[in-house]
C-alpha cells in the first residue's frame, strides 16, 4: 500500500484475547502498522500484574516498529480521572475515534481499520467514512485462518477462554475472605519459631 | 450482581444476543472477567455473524485482511 494505513486497536478486548490465547502476534501477520490509542494501552496494562498487562507491554516494546500508541487529548483526561478516582469507562472507544480523526486528517489517502468487539460491530452502527473499513476480532481471525496462519479461530478463542477462566479462578481465591484467612494464617505460622517448615 | 444474572448475560453474550458493551453497562469491569465467566461455562467468545448496520464495511476489511495476508506469502 502506498498510501498511509493503519490498524486501530479500538478496545481492550481484542488484545487481551489474543494475550491470553498467547497470540499477540497474529495482529502482525497481516504486515500493518498496528495502532493503539493511549487510553486503550491504558485500560489494559494500567494495574500491575494484571493478567495479560506484562505480556502487552514486553509485545509492544518488542514490536516498535510496527505498534505504536498514539497519544490523545482522551487519554490525558483518562489520566486526570484515574487519579481523581473517577470512573474511566468508555474512553478507550473515546481515544480510539480522536485516534481515527488525526489519522484521516493527517492525509486525505490515508485509510484505516478499525479492529472490534465482535459483538459491538454486528448490533452498534459504527462510523461511516469510505476510508474507514471494520474487522472484529473473530472476522480478522478467521481470515487467519483461512490463510492457514493460525491452528483455528475457535481454538484461539478456547484458549483465551480457558486462560480467563483461571485468572478469574485466582483472582477470586485472593479476595475471598475464607482463603485470604487460610493464607494469613499460613504466613502467621512460618513467622512463629520451630514452626511451618 | 447475583451470580444468576451473571450466568444469563454471559450465556446471551456468547450467542451474540447481548454486547460486550452492554456487559460493561451492567458491571463487568474488564474483558478478562467476560474470558473467564465464559471459561467457567465451557463457552467461548463469540464471531459475528455477517449481519447488521456494519456488513459493508466488515467485508471491506475482511478484504483488506486477506490481500494484505496474500502479499506477504
Known amino acids: ?197 | 450482581m447475583p451470580e444468576s444474572d451473571r450466568e444469563r448475560l454471559i450465556r446471551q453474550y456468547a450467542a451474540g444476543e447481548v454486547t460486550w458493551h452492554t456487559l460493561r453497562e451492567r458491571g463487568f469491569e474488564d474483558y478478562v472477567q467476560v474470558l473467564g465467566a465464559l471459561g467457567e461455562l465451557g463457552l467461548r467468545p463469540p464471531i459475528a455473524p455477517m449481519e447488521g448496520p456494519n456488513v459493508e464495511t466488515r467485508r471491506r476489511g475482511r478484504a483488506i485482511i486477506r490481500e494484505a495476508l496474500k502479499a506477504r506469502s
Open chain 1, 1 to 197: 500500500m502506498s498510501h498511509p494505513f493503519s490498524l486501530i486497536v479500538t478496545d481492550t478486548s481484542p488484545l487481551f484475547t489474543l494475550v491470553l490465547a498467547d497470540a499477540l502476534d497474529a495482529l502482525l501477520r497481516p504486515g500493518l502498522a498496528v495502532s493503539i490509542p493511549d487510553a486503550v494501552y491504558i485500560e489494559a496494562t494500567r494495574v500491575h500484574g494484571a493478567p495479560g498487562a506484562e505480556q502487552i507491554v514486553e509485545w509492544i516494546n518488542a514490536h516498535l516498529d510496527a505498534v505504536r500508541i498514539i497519544p490523545t487529548d482522551i487519554g490525558i483526561d483518562q489520566q486526570r480521572r484515574l487519579e481523581e478516582g473517577r470512573s474511566i469507562r468508555g474512553l478507550g472507544e473515546q481515544a480510539a475515534i480522536e485516534t481515527l480523526e488525526r489519522f484521516l486528517r493527517s492525509d486525505a489517502a490515508a485509510e484505516a481499520l478499525l479492529l472490534l468487539e465482535d459483538t459491538d460491530v454486528e448490533k452498534r452502527r459504527a462510523i461511516v467514512d469510505e476510508r474507514v473499513s471494520l474487522i472484529s476480532t473473530g472476522d480478522f481471525l478467521r481470515e487467519l485462518e483461512a490463510a492457514r496462519l493460525i491452528q483455528s479461530a475457535d481454538f484461539i478463542l478456547d484458549q483465551a477462554a480457558a486462560q480467563g477462566r483461571n485468572v478469574e479462578r485466582q483472582r477470586a481465591a485472593v479476595t475471598d475472605p475464607t482463603t485470604r484467612e487460610r493464607l494469613r494464617g499460613q504466613l502467621q505460622r512460618r513467622d512463629t519459631p520451630g514452626q511451618g517448615r
